[in-house]
């Protein structure tokens, strides 16, 4: 298969010493949350074909986050609807590469999966609880992890295997996340050196990975943002 590449990337995460420590969140303009790039039509036909092919690997939602699912999908479909290349109707969509997309909305997430380039996790925190769960996701482009082995789990949890990730980090993630306002979203960006350029690389915790350390011919970059629904 081609792989899909971009011409460039978004940032360089390691040359911006905010974006280079952890966690590196950044405050994001509300508008420029969804991209659309040059990559937009083949990712999206890949996306087609996962959610198609692998529904049940590429996504998940808990008991209870339904009604969270659903406000993703109408919030998402209110901003497509201000972007140019979308027309967003009442029961279709149509994307900047000419599908039409029929808007489920008893599958709130899988229809997202079919709109933009962006993967969606859902992160809730329970009644009582100290951090924030993982309560769905329409995940596509898993880089070295699977939906199945996080789905509700805590943010510490999710992030065992980051050596990095130690307890001073986890108590600033949660923190960042219990302060996000609906009108002030965040962002952050990671890179990684990997050996396949393949979008689609589900690894299960601790599973070995082949290393090819800044030899490795792809770099990987994720812009993560962060949206508190209203």
């Not at 952890?22 to 890949?46: K, N, S, T």
């Not at 149509?94 to 599958?107: C, F, K, M, Q």
């Not at 002030?184 to 690389?201: E, I």
Request: with cysteine; aromatic share 6%.
């Amino acid at each position: 298969m081609e792989p899909i590449l971009h011409n460039r990337l978004p940032v360089a995460a390691w040359a911006d010493p905010r974006t280079a420590r952890l966690p590196g969140i950044q405050p994001l303009v509300r508008a420029d949350w969804l991209l659309v790039d040059e990559a937009y039509a083949p990712q999206m036909a890949l996306r087609d074909r996962l959610i198609a092919e692998h529904p049940d690997e590429v996504h998940a939602l808990l008991p209870g986050a339904e009604d969270a699912a659903a406000e993703l999908l109408e919030t998402v479909l209110g901003d497509l609807a201000a972007r140019e290349g979308f027309a967003v109707g009442a029961d279709s969509a149509r994307r900047p590469d000419g599908v039409e997309v029929v808007l489920d909305r008893s599958a709130p997430l899988l229809t997202l999966g079919r709109l933009v380039q962006a993967d969606f996790c859902l992160m809730e925190r329970p009644e009582g609880a100290t951090e924030h769960v993982l309560t769905g996701a329409i995940l596509c482009f898993p880089s070295s992890w699977t939906l199945a082995q996080k789905l509700g789990r805590p943010l510490g949890a999710i992030h065992a295997p980051v050596a990095r990730y130690d307890a001073e980090i986890a108590r600033r993630v949660q923190r960042l996340f219990d302060a996000i306002r609906p009108e002030a979203p965040l962002w952050r960006v990671n890179a990684l050196h990997y050996l396949d350029p393949a979008l689609y690389q589900p690894r299960r915790e601790y599973e070995e990975k082949r290393k090819g350390g800044t030899r490795s011919p792809f770099l990987r970059a994720e812009r993560q943002a962060l949206l508190r629904l209203p």
